[in-house]
């Protein structure tokens, strides 16, 4: 490799690369046009931070290690997003799901789920309505719950960089949960 | 013996709040002995933990799930081109 011909060199791995680093980036973040955005970038910072690279790693472990901070920061800057920050005071979930004394409605207990399949994770159909469920959460609801599974660090960590305590950070999580699992209940477990 | 009981009761709603809350940060001691009498008693937040960790488990391989090397990779051309275009001095 030639560094001192960076635009030759990043060409090169667009080449290689960007298609494995852009079904990556689609796979975690749902979206083909912040997929592509996030490519994009992760290019342009490895073409002016090449000089960084010194070989020491392979160009696609280097690349994919910047797309992922690149992905983590998009999922923060979503979590903050004060458009949508409203809905992380809404406690409306509560009130579909528990009575005037926090305790469950009668109809919606959570009872055992009928579910044989091992593999549910193979099924397309399962798939689809997992995805579906994700995409109703309230827009930082759901950059919470990606952050929380895609980021292998512990809560505090995660709350630091969000700016935000960890009170608020699973009590988010909480609400996002009860949500999904209400929705996956409906959509596909049958108890 | 009745203020103890009062003071280790817990709402369902709270209940699902530390269970979910459990997978972030450890518990206090008395947060863990309150979760568990709950549990005990309630069939219903028992069920709950269970499908909780559930989809804890489902979400945690699905968003892991496609490796570098055995992903069925997309393609997309006109992303390259976007790019390469995009990439100074070339």
């Known amino acids: 490799m030639d560094i001192s011909k960076p635009a030759t060199t990043v060409t090169c791995w667009v080449d290689l690369y960007s298609d494995k ?3 990556w980036a689609l796979h975690k973040t749902s979206s083909i046009e912040i997929a592509e955005d996030l ?3 992760t290019f342009l910072a490895a073409f002016q931070s090449i000089r960084k690279f010194e070989g020491k790693s392979e160009p696609q472990t280097w690349l994919f290690a910047i797309l992922n901070n690149k992905i983590a920061e998009h ?3 979503q979590f903050r997003n004060p458009a949508i ?3 992380q005071s809404d406690t409306s979930i509560f009130d579909t799901l528990f009575d005037a004394n926090d305790q469950w409605l009668k109809e919606q207990r959570p009872k055992q789920w009928q579910d044989e399949q091992t593999n549910l994770l193979d099924d397309a159909a399962f798939i689809k309505i997992l995805q579906a469920c994700m995409g109703k959460l309230p827009g930082n609801w759901m950059a919470a719950v990606r952050l929380k599974y895609l980021e292998e660090k512990k809560g505090e960590l995660i709350c630091q960089e969000l700016g935000i305590t960890p009170t608020n950070f699973w009590q988010i999580l909480h609400r996002a949960k009860l949500q999904l699992r209400k929705c996956l209940e409906v959509n596909w ?3 | 013996m009745k203020k103890l009981m009062y003071y280790l009761m817990l709402s369902c709603k709270k209940a699902t709040e530390l269970i979910e809350k459990r997978t972030l940060v450890k ?3 008395k947060e863990k002995v ?3 009498m709950h ?3 309630c069939d219903a937040c028992t069920a709950y933990e269970m499908q909780s960790g559930k989809i804890d488990e489902l979400l945690h391989k699905h968003i892991h799930n496609v490796s570098v090397d055995n992903a069925a990779t997309l393609n997309n051309e006109a992303l390259k081109e976007t790019i390469i275009n995009n990439i100074p001095n070339n």
Do not use: A, H, I, N
Request: hydrophobic share 35%; no cysteine; proline share 4%.
């Open chain 1, 21 to 23: 680093m852009y079904t």
């Open chain 1, 39 to 41: 490519v994009q970038e």
């Open chain 1, 75 to 77: 999922f923060r800057k």
């Open chain 1, 85 to 87: 920050t409203e809905s």
């Open chain 1, 189 to 191: 477990f049958t108890p």
């Open chain 2, 27 to 29: 518990l206090s001691f």
């Open chain 2, 34 to 36: 309150q979760l568990r």
């Open chain 2, 39 to 41: 549990k005990s008693m």
